[in-house]
């Protein structure tokens, strides 16, 4: 049977979502997404520079991904809510990741604005995923305010540090009901397989995979990792000890002594 | 007439519609969506929102973005 993944009405097979941002191009973009085939890709709304000819990067994401549209350079709810609609008027869709962010060292999110931001756009008929901090009382407010996942960082945004709130996550993970989807700070394709082994029900990656030497191969690489983590996850993960537990036979020893057993 | 785009103050000296503002700064129309004093104006409206004096109008297009 297969497994998918149900989010915002929709059922997803691949469960590595990609970022767009810190590629050096576009063409090498494309190459990721098509080696990588994610179901949702994320983008973000900016400004234009006057006179600016540069090529839509729209043009380069595979007509087969869903859009989901980032509110980075909001600062409270209301802002976030601005960017959603013009990414609605736009014809992006209706998919968000709501991204409400105060301070710029760390980029951690302000998860009272964003549970403002979820409120305001689920009553709009938003698909709404929020980034934010692994807290459980505000994921369980997310839930109810019909968030269709939350989105708890691993670690800061292009940290490449890894599940550094694993601890976290995981409560959030054996507590709320919609899917946990872990953004930001995975550095390595070893870090998505530990948090698809840990539960999580997809993770979301940019930086590790835009910024390598081969952003093809990597984004590759993420992908076998998700899938591998996944399967192991459905598969079971035994109990870990402290002692040894031999896997081959404890009798039948070559040696006088395994005799007197 | 000043208008403030994308947060900068510019000046035009006679009345322009939307339409006519994208045109004359070469944006391509695909590409943008349009904020004309917080209001979204679809594509189709353009040619019917005429600027007026210190009117705000915000331009923004896709980026790549995590």
Not at chain 1, 12 to 34: D, H, W
Not at chain 1, 205 to 216: E, G, R, W
Request: charged share 25%.
């Amino acid at each position: 049977m297969e497994d998918l993944l149900p989010l915002g009405g929709r059922k997803i097979k691949n469960r590595l979502l990609i970022g767009t941002g810190k590629f050096a191009s576009y063409p090498l973009m494309q190459k990721a997404l098509e080696a990588a085939q994610p179901d949702i890709v994320t983008v973000a709304l900016r400004r234009v520079d006057a006179g600016s000819k540069t090529d839509n990067i729209l043009d380069f994401i595979p007509k087969s991904c869903l859009l989901m549209t980032n509110t980075s350079g909001a600062r409270n709810a209301d802002e976030a809510a601005r960017i959603a609609r013009l990414a609605k008027a736009s014809g992006a869709g209706t998919w968000i990741k709501i991204e409400v962010v105060q301070d710029n060292k760390y980029l951690l999110p302000d998860n009272l604005e964003t549970l403002k931001a979820v409120e305001i756009l689920v009553k709009e008929g938003f698909t709404v995923l929020p980034y934010m901090s692994p807290d459980l009382s505000m994921a369980k407010r997310m839930a109810e305010a019909g968030a269709a996942a939350v989105m708890p960082l691993g670690a800061p945004i292009g940290s490449n540090r890894g599940v550094k709130t694993r601890e976290l996550v995981n409560i959030l993970i054996r507590e709320i009901k919609i899917p946990v989807i872990v953004d930001a700070g995975l550095g390595s394709p070893s870090d998505a397989c530990e948090c698809m082994e840990m539960g999580c029900a997809a993770v979301l990656v940019n930086t590790a995979i835009a910024i390598a030497q081969d952003p093809a191969n990597m984004a590759r690489a993420f992908k076998d990792a998700v899938e591998a983590g996944r399967r192991a996850y459905l598969a079971g993960l035994p109990a870990s000890g402290t002692e040894a537990s031999a896997s081959s036979p404890l009798t039948g020893f070559l040696r006088d002594d395994a005799f007197s057993r | 007439m000043n208008l403030t785009i994308n947060g900068k103050q510019e000046s035009i000296e006679k009345p322009l519609t939307l339409e006519a503002l994208v045109a004359a700064k070469n944006l391509c129309p695909e590409k943008i969506v349009v904020e004309h004093n917080l209001r979204i104006v679809a594509r189709g409206d353009w040619p019917k929102v005429t600027l007026g004096d210190k009117d705000s109008i915000e331009i923004v297009s896709f980026v790549g973005g995590g």
